[in-house]
Nanobody, 126 residues
Framework: QVQLVESRGGLVQPGGSLRLSCAAS??????????MGWFRQAPGQQRELVAA???????NYADSVKDRFSISRDNAKNTVYLEMNSLKPEDTAIYYC??????????????????WGQGTQVTVSS
């Protein structure tokens, strides 16, 4: 029942900005989100962590995006945002939302694990 709904990416020129959002939902279930974040993957490369934020607000960023990207959450909406500034061509990738959560389905408890969005393309080019 868990699904992650990501906003569209887009084509941005170098130095530009773009905001991504991802909303977690669990229709028919009740869940607890431990953390949410964004990963990215360029063609032929490994998927890598971009940024993550816990339910308590602690954040973690890849060195390559520190001071350029900012991750935040709206807990009431179970939504995570990634504000990307000063974009570089090296940021071009498919960005995947990730949620680390546990949930109840009826009276059955499912322990925490990661869930993934479908991915959204971000292209930084002139």
């Amino acid at each position: 029942q868990v699904q992650l709904v990501e906003s569209r990416g887009g084509l941005v020129q170098p130095g530009g900005s773009l905001r991504l959002s991802c909303a977690a939902s669990a229709s028919g279930s009740v869940f607890t989100i431990w953390a949410m974040g964004w990963f990215r993957q360029a063609p032929g490369q490994q998927r890598e962590l971009v940024a993550a934020i816990t339910s308590g607000g602690s954040t973690n960023y890849a060195d390559s995006v520190k001071d350029r990207f900012s991750i935040s959450r709206d807990n009431a909406k179970n939504t995570v945002y990634l504000e990307m500034n000063s974009l570089k061509p090296e940021d071009t990738a498919i960005y995947y939302c990730n949620a680390d959560l546990s949930y109840y389905e009826g009276r059955v408890h499912y322990t925490r694990r990661a869930y993934w969005g479908q991915g959204t393309q971000v292209t930084v080019s002139s």
